[in-house]
């Protein structure tokens, strides 16, 4: 089973509209979740993450995400989105294996702001 | 402050041939790792180390060997390329691959080697 599905490849999305990329996770793995975002030829950087108490959670940008444990989601909500946020979001767990700590990624989410 | 540096960051072989992409930081991060992007499936681990001599494999290993020699450093090594291997090639680092209830596992990615296997 897949530690981490991402269930939109593409989400288009006018300027200013609100935009939701969702995500869910296996409950068989950690509950350790983690939103990354990859500009057009640029690497990967942190959006947010959630690792414990408030199950809604700020990031940078505007962004932010809520951790539901029932329905084993975390999915990331804008209200209003530029152009700039046109990128590849990737959402992300931590499964522990061997007792060590490794970061699975979901397939990713392309978010296309149109004007 | 360089963060992760990924050397090249274009390359193109010919099937069969052998390659290392480098990555060093220069943060002390003890935690390193090699991610493969494709398009439609994410990143996905190649290897990783927790510390200098030890590795270990990830998701998508086949193909490639690592080594941990220094804390700084993460090489990837590709004896004989082919053109499955085409992809762009993500180094990543934290400060340690436990202490998530820190952050201390927020990974730091260099910008990325791009890989064509002819």
């Known amino acids: 089973a897949q530690s981490v599905t991402q269930l939109d490849s593409q989400v288009p999305v006018f300027e200013e509209a609100p935009v939701e990329l969702r995500c869910n996770y296996s409950?068989?793995?950690?509950?350790?979740l983690f939103w990354y975002v990859q500009y057009p030829n640029q690497g990967l950087q942190l959006l947010l993450k959630?690792?414990?108490?408030?199950?809604l959670v700020k990031g940078i940008n505007g962004f932010e995400a809520e951790f539901n444990k029932s329905q084993t989601s975390f999915h990331l909500r804008k209200p209003s989105v530029h152009i700039s946020d046109t990128a590849e979001y990737f959402c992300?767990?931590?499964?522990?294996?061997?007792?060590?700590?490794?970061?699975?990624f979901g397939a990713g989410t392309r978010l296309a702001v149109h004007p | 402050n360089a963060g992760v540096t990924q050397t090249p960051k274009f390359q193109v072989l010919k099937t069969g041939q052998s390659m290392t992409l480098q990555c060093a930081q220069d943060?002390?991060?003890?935690?390193m790792s090699w991610y493969r992007q494709d398009p439609g499936m994410g990143l996905r681990l190649i290897h990783y180390?927790?510390?200098?001599?030890?590795?270990d494999q990830g998701e998508v290993p086949n193909g490639y060997n690592v080594s941990r020699s220094t804390t700084e450093d993460f090489p990837l090594r590709l004896l004989s390329a082919a053109p499955s291997q085409t992809s762009v090639y993500f180094c990543?680092?934290?400060?340690?691959?436990?202490?998530?209830?820190?952050?201390?596992?927020?990974?730091?990615f260099g910008a990325g080697s791009r890989l064509t296997v002819l």
């Open positions: 180390s927790v510390g200098a001599g030890i590795t």
């Open positions: 959630y690792l414990s108490g408030s199950t």
């Open positions: 990543a680092s934290s400060l340690t691959s436990g202490g998530y209830r820190s952050g201390a596992n927020v990974l730091t």
């Open positions: 992300a767990v931590i499964l522990v294996s061997g007792g060590y700590n490794k970061l699975i």
């Open positions: 409950s068989s793995v950690s509950v350790y």
């Open positions: 943060m002390n991060h003890e935690y």
